[in-house]
């Protein structure tokens, strides 16, 4: 991979360039690989989904953490790149909550208890991703992505 250049806002609109260095580069493929892995993960739960309410949760949240793996994370940043829209399709009530409905039935997505929790764990680890780039941030961008994959492999039975 090329190196990577990004630009930081370090006032008010006054742009800075930033290099990233090797270690870097690798945290934000390996970010961005396991981000890419939770969404496809997330799209096969929403085409078991029944209601098209669920579906279409998952399948935003299943957008929402491609973007706050990817894009999102922009080192030299102030960690503040997701959109509260995508931040908001990473909200548990959001992805796993009920729907409702006109005739006043509410109902809530078909997962196992243990997919509810890979849910709910892929989002919020996708929704910390963007802020760890306050700093250097190798190492914790490690561990946010393996702990993603770890939610995703353990739902698969990997």
Request: aromatic residues 4%.
């Amino acid at each position: 991979m090329d190196s990577l250049s990004y630009v930081a806002i370090t006032g008010p609109f006054q742009p800075a360039p930033y290099t990233l260095d090797e270690e870097e580069e690798r945290a934000l493929r390996q970010v961005r690989e396991a981000g890419q892995e939770a969404a496809r993960w997330m799209r096969t739960l929403a085409e078991r989904q029944p209601e098209h309410a669920h579906a279409q949760a998952l399948l935003n949240a299943a957008e929402a953490v491609e973007e706050a793996t990817g894009a999102a994370v922009v080192p030299g940043g102030d960690g503040e790149a997701l959109d509260s829209l995508h931040r908001s399709w990473l909200l548990a009530s959001m992805v796993i909550g009920p729907a409702y409905h006109d005739d006043d039935r509410r109902t809530l997505p078909e997962l196992t208890a243990a997919e509810r929790l890979a849910v709910v764990a892929v989002c919020a680890l996708a929704a910390s991703m963007p802020g760890s780039v306050v700093g250097y941030c190798p190492l914790e961008l490690d561990v946010l992505s393996d702990a993603l994959a770890a939610a995703v492999r353990a739902n698969r039975g990997d």
